[in-house]
Structures are given as C-alpha cells and as structure tokens.
C-alpha cells in the first residue's frame, strides 16, 4: 500500500494537490476537514461540536478526529492506499495513526509537506474566502489562530517522520501543475 500524509500550512494547497494524487496513484482522499464540513452540512452531533471549534479556529479534540479518522479507514478494506489531508495535526494523532496502519498490517510510506511562506499563505485564505464560503476563512482573527495553532500543535509532528526517515519537504510555490511534478517526482522515488 501506498500511505502519504500531506502536511502543510492552512492555505498551503493540500486540497488541490490531493487531487492530483488519487487520480495518478489510485487511492483514497481523506481529509479530516473536508469530513467535519461534511458532518457540519448534514447537521450530525459530530458536525455541531467539530463546528464549535472550528468556528473559533481551533482543533477538534484528539479523541473525537481520531476515532472519526478510524472509523472512515474502516470504510474503504480494499483499497490501493490513502492520503491523509489534514491529519494528523498533533503528536497523538500521529501514533494514533501508526497504530491504526499497523493493525491493517501496512505502515505511512512518507509525509510530504508543501512548503509556502506566511505572507502568500494569508493572500490565499483571504481570496478563497471570497468563493469558498468557508467561515472559518472569512474572519482575519480566526486565520490568524489556525495559523498559530499550527506553528505551536501541527508543524512539531514534523519531527515525529523525519525521527523515522519518512520527512519530505517540497516547495508549494509556483503553478499547480509544477507543484503536482515534484509531488509525483517524490512519490515515485519512494517506490
Ligand atoms: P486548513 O488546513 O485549510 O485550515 P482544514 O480543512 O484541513 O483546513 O481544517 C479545517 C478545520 O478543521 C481546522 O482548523 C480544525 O479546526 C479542524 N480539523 C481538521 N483536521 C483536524 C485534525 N486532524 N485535528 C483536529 N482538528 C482538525
């Protein structure tokens, strides 16, 4: 199996990027954001707590995306492989997850991070606001808190992949096209 964590900023173009991914190397996109919007759109109670944190920038409880990140695993037995987007975010999601893979008796095959610096990040979230309608987007206050929450909680779980040599860094600026050639020049020297 083929397992990537796609790390990176919010902002940092994990999003389009995963497309890209599934479409060449056939696997399952699962990103916890994209889930919780989902949950938040269908009105579940998952939806109504997840929303009250990430109204106010903050993350979800480990033990409530954890199991939800289970439970969506659990889904898709056959598959070729998966991206995970947005996940793990915390030290404890990251064992969380290593646990999870070697129980299906397979292992994360690298973390890639798209790298962008600060200030082309804030340009991007400010113009997805415009058309994404995501609200978590539209408020300079909130952004500013998910881009702290990361640099303090997600950005350390960094170390977590380079201690098991399977840190790749990439720089996330340019076209998306040139962004996809090094993601797919990466994941083929992985094979
Ligand atoms: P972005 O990375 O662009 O901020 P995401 O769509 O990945 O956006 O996540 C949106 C929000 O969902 C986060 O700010 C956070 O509140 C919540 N969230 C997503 N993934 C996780 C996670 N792994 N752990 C905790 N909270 C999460």
Do not use: C, W
Not at 100 to 129: C, F, H, W, Y
Not at 138 to 152: F, L
């Amino acid at each position: 199996m083929l397992n990537l964590v796609l790390f990176g900023p919010p902002g940092a173009g994990k999003g389009t990027q995963s497309q890209k991914l599934i479409e060449k190397y056939g696997l399952i996109h699962l990103s916890t954001g994209d889930i919780f919007r989902a949950n938040i759109g269908g009105g579940t109670e998952l939806g109504k707590l997840a929303k009250s944190y990430i109204d106010k920038g903050q993350l979800v409880p480990d033990e409530v995306t954890i199991n939800m990140l289970n439970s969506e695993v659990e889904k898709h037995e056959n598959s070729k492989g998966f991206i995970f987007d947005g996940f793990p975010r915390t030290h404890p999601q990251a064992k969380a997850l290593d646990k999870l893979m070697q129980s299906k008796d397979t292992n994360i095959s690298a973390m890639i991070a798209l790298d962008v610096p600060e200030d082309e990040l804030m340009g991007r979230l400010k113009k997805r606001a415009l058309d994404s309608g995501r609200t978590d987007d539209a408020d300079p206050k909130v952004i500013a808190n998910r881009i702290e929450v990361y640099k303090n909680e997600t950005a350390p779980v960094k170390k977590y992949y380079e201690a098991q040599d399977k840190f790749y860094a990439i720089n996330g600026l340019g076209s998306i096209d040139e962004i996809t050639e090094r993601l797919f020049k990466t994941v083929d020297s992985l094979k």
